[in-house]
């Protein structure tokens, strides 16, 4: 018997700490927009307004005979240099999961199209707490001129990640909910 609670125990614990994988988001970069030179679009600008995570994946959609997408380190992507990418990718639907904290630097590589602004920075950081990062406050709405909406859809269908802090809560109350479940069956296994 005693073999048989530790068992549980241990799936208990196994569900509980991969249960925030599941709450990664998907990132259309640009929006509605796409990668592209059209419009004067503000990757930049873009990107500062996610919060990004471990886990996510960027989608970078273009068309693939105008367009391509390179990775490439902090002084490339500043001198808009695309002769040593670190990565490239020209299906024209390409997807970039994160792995690592810190930033995550993409340009196209066409020429002239860096140079137009073409390119942007996805800065992931690093969690400061168990609940994510401290909410900053919300600009003012004079601030912004754009009424798009954010493009971040979620795995599974979650808000997207601009409250980090209610996605972290989501995971901590997804496991709260297995181990309550667990121990449901558990008690009344052995009652």
């Given at each position: 018997?005693?073999?048989?609670?530790?068992?549980l125990?241990?799936?208990?614990?196994?569900?509980?700490t991969?249960?925030?994988?599941?709450?990664a988001a998907?990132?259309?970069?640009?929006?509605s927009?796409?990668?592209?030179?059209?419009?004067?679009f503000?990757?930049n600008?873009?990107?500062a307004?996610?919060?990004?995570?471990v886990?996510?994946?960027?989608?970078?959609?273009?068309h693939?005979?105008i367009?391509?997408?390179?990775?490439?380190?902090?002084?490339?992507?500043?001198?808009?240099?695309?002769?040593?990418?670190?990565?490239?990718?020209t299906?024209g639907?390409?997807s970039?999961?994160?792995k690592?904290?810190?930033h995550?630097?993409?340009?196209?590589?066409?020429?002239?199209?860096c140079?137009?602004?073409?390119?942007v920075?996805?800065n992931?950081?690093?969690?400061?707490?168990?609940?994510?990062p401290?909410?900053?406050?919300?600009?003012?709405?004079?601030?912004s001129?754009?009424?798009?909406?954010?493009a971040a859809?979620?795995?599974?269908?979650?808000?997207?990640?601009?409250?980090?802090p209610l996605?972290a809560?989501?995971?901590l109350?997804?496991?709260?909910?297995?181990a309550i479940?667990?121990?449901?069956?558990?008690?009344?296994t052995?009652?």
């Amino acid at each position: 018997m005693a073999g048989r609670g530790f068992s549980l125990f241990f799936m208990v614990a196994v569900a509980t700490t991969t249960l925030p994988l599941s709450f990664a988001a998907v990132y259309k970069v640009g929006d509605s927009t796409g990668w592209t030179t059209l419009g004067n679009f503000d990757y930049n600008k873009w990107a500062a307004s996610k919060t990004f995570h471990v886990g996510d994946t960027i989608l970078f959609q273009y068309h693939v005979h105008i367009h391509n997408v390179m990775l490439v380190t902090h002084s490339d992507f500043q001198a808009c240099n695309a002769t040593t990418p670190m990565a490239t990718f020209t299906s024209g639907n390409d997807s970039y999961l994160i792995k690592t904290h810190g930033h995550h630097y993409f340009l196209c590589g066409v020429p002239g199209h860096c140079l137009a602004g073409q390119k942007v920075d996805i800065n992931v950081a690093r969690a400061s707490s168990l609940l994510g990062p401290t909410p900053q406050a919300a600009p003012s709405p004079l601030a912004s001129t754009s009424s798009s909406t954010p493009a971040a859809v979620s795995v599974p269908a979650v808000s997207p990640s601009e409250s980090p802090p209610l996605d972290a809560l989501m995971g901590l109350l997804c496991k709260l909910g297995v181990a309550i479940a667990v121990f449901v069956v558990f008690a009344s296994t052995y009652a």
